[in-house]
């Protein structure tokens, strides 16, 4: 009965236009006022709310955020492009695969599939219509490729996960998030070849070995942010709370030395960062007192217990779950998805054998088909801002990729070894 209520509030909450933090904290209120009303329910959700933020492992997230807010103003995206442009620019479709590699790259640096489908698809859409591409196979290169730097890390929606799982190692997470990540991209780029093939879309001159050379140098200071930030995880010198404070006075040595971002600017970014970073608060908060609801009445064992009812099969277990991630993705913000879901879904794994870990990846990257979706895909609304053109125009492009990271997902989900690799090679 609580379980119906809650979800019956959230769902009503949303459908009105309630921001989904507010939703999340007034459908936890409420429920705790009808099904359990000896306990004060305003003074227990902002004591949970207390409680779920004091984390050290969550300051993290305004480091990050503030790190990818300076990438994207310094100028990186263009040296990034330049050097991507270098190595596959000559294949059919080459500045397809250019956005799909530079996407990657900068995603992994920034952090944000909005800052990379912003910064790349600002640049590369004009390029590619230079070229004769169309704008809805631009956007729908640039949208879904954006998404992989989520997967790829340093990723914030992976800090939101080892905190919602009860503290899954962020050292692993980051490290398990390679090979999917890179896969993703690879399928990209199968579907923009065989689409650029067909539409007739070519490459450009092949660049020489000095051209590849010097667009790699000037993007080397950017690329080595990866190096230094997961190295230094890796290797025990500082964990990820200081490595993504290393990665912000990084940015800052990087951009005064390009000279791209002058002091004027770094109170807006500072701005920028603070507005972000206090949504993904809220989020964290409300949604540890849904968390704590759930925990109270059973809910998440209750779950466990009806989806091994359905089949005691992991196979099958693991794709209804990849389904109703998928559904809720269209509906829901990935980190509030994250964040409520993680609880629920993380007993049913563990009961199958699956290792958190794997799980985590197989869930951001299952979260980041939806974000590319409507009604509430923010990286679909700015690929198409950017690329301006309409969504009903850009998804008959955008179908193909869809397919490309569905059968991504499959093949991470059902094979285990594709995240758990590295992890293992570093004895994490």
């Known amino acids: 009965m609580e379980a119906l209520i809650l979800v019956l509030t959230f769902l009503i909450l949303l459908s009105i236009g309630v921001p989904i933090a507010w939703c999340i904290g007034l459908s936890s209120i409420f429920t705790m006022l009808v099904s359990i009303p000896a306990i004060p329910a305003f003074t227990t959700v902002a004591q949970r709310m207390a409680t779920g933020l004091d984390s050290f492992s969550l300051l993290a997230i305004p480091f990050f955020v503030l790190a990818g807010q300076i990438m994207n103003r310094g100028g990186i995206a263009r040296r990034l492009i330049a050097f991507a442009r270098s190595l596959v620019g000559s294949l059919p479709g080459g500045l397809a695969h250019v956005n799909i590699i530079s996407a990657m790259m900068f995603g992994a640096i920034a952090g944000s599939a909005v800052a990379a489908a912003s910064a790349i698809g600002s ?28 997967v790829i890390p340093p990723s914030n929606v992976l800090i939101v996960y080892s905190l919602a799982s009860g503290g899954v190692s962020i050292a692993a997470l980051f490290l398990a998030g390679y090979i999917p990540g890179i896969l993703t991209g690879l399928f990209l ?11 007739g879309y070519k490459g450009s ?14 993007a080397f200071p950017s690329l080595l942010l990866l190096l230094v930030v997961i190295g230094g995880i890796v290797g025990g010198i500082f964990t990820a709370t200081e490595a993504s404070a290393v990665a912000v006075l990084y940015c800052l040595v ?18 920028s960062s603070v507005v972000t970073t206090a949504i993904v608060m809220l989020l964290v908060g409300t949604s540890m007192s849904m968390s704590w609801i759930m925990a109270y009445e059973n809910i998440p064992q209750d779950i466990t217990a009806a989806l091994l009812n359905i089949s005691d099969s992991k196979i099958v277990i693991l794709l209804i779950i990849n389904l109703i991630l998928l559904f809720v ?50 990286v679909l609304f700015v690929g198409v801002g950017v690329a301006e053109t309409t969504i009903p ?14 059968v991504a997902l499959l093949l991470v989900t059902y094979i285990p070894e594709l995240s758990l690799w590295l992890p293992g090679l570093f004895g994490l």
């Open 123 to 150: 640049f590369m859409t004009g390029e590619m219509e230079k070229e004769g591409y169309s704008k809805e196979f631009s956007a729908a290169v640039n949208i879904t490729s954006s998404t992989t730097g989520l």
């Open 205 to 218: 001159e092949r660049s020489t070995l000095k051209q590849v050379w010097t667009s790699f140098w000037s």
């Open 254 to 271: 990087l951009t005064y030395f390009y000279k791209e971002v002058s002091f004027k600017e770094l109170p807006d970014i500072f701005l």
């Open 329 to 378: 993705g269209i509906f829901m913000d990935m980190t509030a998805a994250v964040l409520i879901f993680t609880p629920i879904f993380l007993p049913v794994i563990t009961e199958l054998g699956m290792d958190p870990t794997h799980f985590g990846i197989v869930m951001v990257l299952n979260l980041c088909i939806g974000i590319c979706t409507p009604p509430v895909g923010a």
């Open 189 to 199: 780029m199968i579907v923009a070849a065989i689409w650029s093939k067909r539409a």
């Open 393 to 406: 125009k850009v998804i008959r492009p955008l179908m193909p990729f869809f397919i490309a990271m569905l």
